[in-house]
């Protein structure tokens, strides 16, 4: 596991390098629980709350093991785990798999079954990237201490935590990596193509009762969270980028807390490296750490590509096949690896992109090129790599770049 902090970090990515080259995509997506009516949020508790929903959900599945911690929270089967976000947004994980038409039908099967549990209760599960009515302030959070203290901390770290923890929602798709250097070309592709992904899946109309004129809003609350573990990762568009360094990136951390058994001790002030300073970390810890760093892509066994607001059916589906395209194929990462260094690309440049972007959306210059035209060549890039099956998911695509957006899609502006 290693001597100290540091190593058991750098081993645990190195145990996480797969030995076939696999096109598996891991995919999440989270959803808001509301009123059909009036679309506020329903609480967890309650008797008609997300609790209740999550039982009768369970309830279809008869193998079903139950997650529980503090109280009930969800319930894994084979094919996927369903858990609860800090304000009840339910999110589905579905394990990795190279086929986006499976992946397809597990998630249609699922939001059938919760579809018709929520009709009863007059409810509905909205895939948004941020809470429409509601206050943040007024939500409830899950009976977790995980998130009371995340919660505290974020109140202190920055003005969008609690917008983050109890208004948004998104969807996550993770990818395997071969080894390091696999590793480095696929993250660096990520981070590259972030800006795009962010347009194409942008999917908020309002927030908190208010419109949302400007685009990104997510992006917007992100940027307000703690800046330390959030964001662009330090370093990222090195050509020497590697484990150690996103190593030092999660000891630089404050982790919030610990978990100690059923226990959970704040920590305060002190970061990773402070608090295991001459020290390894268990398997327990590992995990836990991991888990509070919230990077635009994240690294554990697998890279998480974190861009994306929540979305409809048909276009997780084609935001599967844009990742499998342009990050699982050769040419994809070449190209990006390509364009960062023609246009020297850095960590300012990405920033400049999503400042342009929130400004003037499906006008805007990213790159120094037109955006339209830019995913227009992403789409034939991601379409040259893909399956004639796969590739037809992409379809799925052309309204939101005819339109602007997926919101002006679906509202045929």
């Known amino acids: 596991m290693g001597n100290n902090w540091k190593e058991a970090l750098v081993h645990f990515f190195e145990e996480g390098e797969k030995e076939k080259n696999k096109k598996n ?88 079954k919760l579809e018709g549990i929520l009709k009863e209760y007059g409810y509905i599960a909205l895939n948004a990237g941020c809470q429409p009515v509601s206050n943040v302030n007024d939500l409830e959070l899950i009976p977790k201490r995980r998130y009371r203290l995340m919660d505290a901390h974020f109140l202190e770290s920055g003005t969008g935590g609690r917008e983050m923890m109890r208004g948004s929602a998104s969807t996550q798709v993770s990818i395997d990596y071969l080894s390091e250097e696999d590793f480095r070309r696929k993250i660096r592709a990520a981070y ?25 809003k997510r992006t917007d609350i992100w940027r307000r969270v703690d800046n330390d573990r ?34 959970v001790i704040p920590t305060g002030e002190q970061t990773v490296k402070e608090i295991f300073n001459g020290k390894s970390l268990d398997e327990v810890d590992l995990n836990h750490i991991l888990s509070m760093a919230f990077p635009d892509v994240r690294l554990k066994h697998f890279l998480e ?94 309204n939101v770049i005819r339109y602007g957006g997926i919101t002006n899609m679906i509202a045929g502006i």
């Open 25 to 112: 995509l891991g995919v999440e997506v989270e959803h808001f629980i509301i009123r059909a009516d009036d679309k506020t949020a329903v609480p967890y508790s309650g008797d008609k709350g997300v609790r209740l929903i999550l039982e009768k959900l369970m309830a279809h599945y008869p193998n079903a093991q139950a997650i529980e911690d503090d109280d009930f929270f969800g319930f894994s089967v084979p094919e996927f785990n369903i858990t609860l976000e800090p304000a009840a947004q339910l999110e589905i994980s579905i394990l990795a798999t190279e086929d986006i038409e499976l992946i397809g039908k597990i998630y249609n099967d699922f939001y059938e």
């Open 230 to 263: 959030c964001g662009i990762l330090p370093g990222v568009f090195d050509e020497s980028y590697g484990f150690s360094d996103y190593a030092d990136f999660i000891g630089n951390m404050k982790p919030i807390f610990l978990k100690r058994g059923h226990e």
């Open 305 to 398: 590509i974190r861009f994306a607001d929540s979305v409809q059916a048909e276009f997780i589906k084609a935001y599967c096949a844009l990742v499998k395209g342009l990050i699982c194929s050769e040419e994809g990462i070449e190209s990006a690896g390509e364009c960062i260094r023609k246009e020297g690309v850095t960590e300012q440049s990405l920033i400049k992109a999503e400042d342009e972007l929130m400004r003037n959306g499906w006008d805007a210059v990213v790159y120094g090129k037109n955006v339209r035209e830019k995913i227009e060549e992403l789409m034939d890039l991601a379409r040259r790599n893909l399956s004639d099956k796969d590739g037809l998911y992409l379809t799925a695509f052309n």
């Open 192 to 216: 590259y193509y972030g800006p795009f992904f962010r347009l194409l899946l942008d999917n908020s109309t309002s927030f908190q009762g208010e419109r949302v004129t400007t685009h990104l």
